[in-house]
């Protein structure tokens, strides 16, 4: 199988739960400073509307809370710990909010938000990006059903939009082309698709070949947490990014291994942290926290934004992506891989600075991280 031909993206699954807790401002900093070119997250509304980070629909596995997220308001997750179930050192870390991992997120790199099914997230996305300043050519977005797509696109028609599935709606070669005429029609980006798909289905490769040759991304996310076999196949297998656990991992597995990771910050703040013994100042310091990497990560754009800003790489990405034409001349019409290519021009990748990037450097070394964590009973997948 080819290799990619275009920039392979590192993407941290709920930032780095394999050694923060997930879906916390620590562990999307953590994320990026191990290497991630992008971070996902996941969304959650409380009863009063607020968007909120958080995977499961109920408290009981990652806070001290119990119950439907949607029965809470958003003072009441607010008071919730989301850190000491994972280890003693992040008790008072808490549930961000949307705004609150936007305003972090500048400065450190893209991210990619994972729409739950059967919620709608639109309004709450464009609300958040307005008060924050976060870039709309920045975001990426899951979604699982045609109506979280329709109102994305309503609402921030500049977001890059990824179909997300366990596999592809028709499982054989033969239906694959009807399926993709229609995510055709729908105006997705892309896809991202369980690993088990393209480790296991004979079908896995030849999918990604045809779905790229059409202009489509296609991205994989681990359902279990990936080791460096699985993710040395899905490299080879020409990928347009692996979402995992442990970005560190699959960062040294890259052909192009970014710098030393700068947790050291990172640790100093979760010590100050864990010496408030109180939770709002820990979810303060945990903003702040999320904040520190900007005083480095401003320092350097990621390897998304070097792929942009290099020729080289960015003729790559415009090929992977079916395109002529970059520039001022490209018609902004909708479409969603004419928007794609438009982002690939510098002057694009210049607005998308405004956001809170500053000029290309090099990362800092500052320590290694802490030991791995081990897997934690009830780890919901999905």
Known sequence: MAASAGPFLNVGHRGFPGRFPENTLVSQAAAFAAGADM???????????????????????????????????????????????????????????????????????????????????????????????????????????????????????????????????????????????????????????????????PFGPSFI?????????????????????????????????????????????????PPAPWLAALLVGLVVLRGTGNRSAGRAQAARLGHQGRGVAGRFNTHVSRAILDPSRRSQLRARLGGTRVGRDLPLDGRRRARALHHGHPQCAAEASRGGRAEDGARESTGEPRAEQGEHDGYARL
Request: aromatic share 8%; no cysteine; glycine share 10%.
């Open 39 to 201: 971070v996902e997250i996941d969304l959650q509304k409380s009863s009063d509307g607020a968007v909120v980070i958080l995977h499961d629909d109920t408290l009981d596995r990652t806070t001290d809370g119990a119950g439907p997220v949607a029965d809470h308001t958003l003072a009441e997750l607010q008071q919730l710990d989301a850190g000491s179930w994972f280890a003693p050192e992040f008790a008072g870390v808490g549930i961000p909010t949307l705004e609150e991992a936007l305003s972090a997120g500048i400065g450190q790199g893209p991210l990619l938000l994972d729409q739950k099914s059967g919620l709608t997230f639109g309004a709450g996305i464009a609300s958040a990006l307005t008060s924050t300043g976060f870039a709309a050519t920045q975001l990426w977005v899951t979604a699982w059903e045609s109506a979280q797509v329709l109102d994305i696109q309503a609402q921030v028609p500049n977001a890059t939009i990824l179909w997300t599935a366990l596999s592809p709606d028709h499982p054989t070669p033969e239906d694959w082309s009807g399926f993709l005429d229609d995510m055709t029609l729908l105006g997705v980006d892309g896809f991202s698709l369980v690993d088990l798909f393209f480790l296991t289905s």
């Open 209 to 257: 070949v045809e779905a790229q040759a059409r202009g489509f991304l296609v991205f994989a996310w681990n359902l279990f947490p990936a080791g460096v076999t699985e993710m040395q196949t899905l490299i080879a297998a020409g990928l347009d990014g692996y979402i995992v656990d442990n970005p560190a991992t699959l960062a040294a597995e890259l052909p192009e291994a």
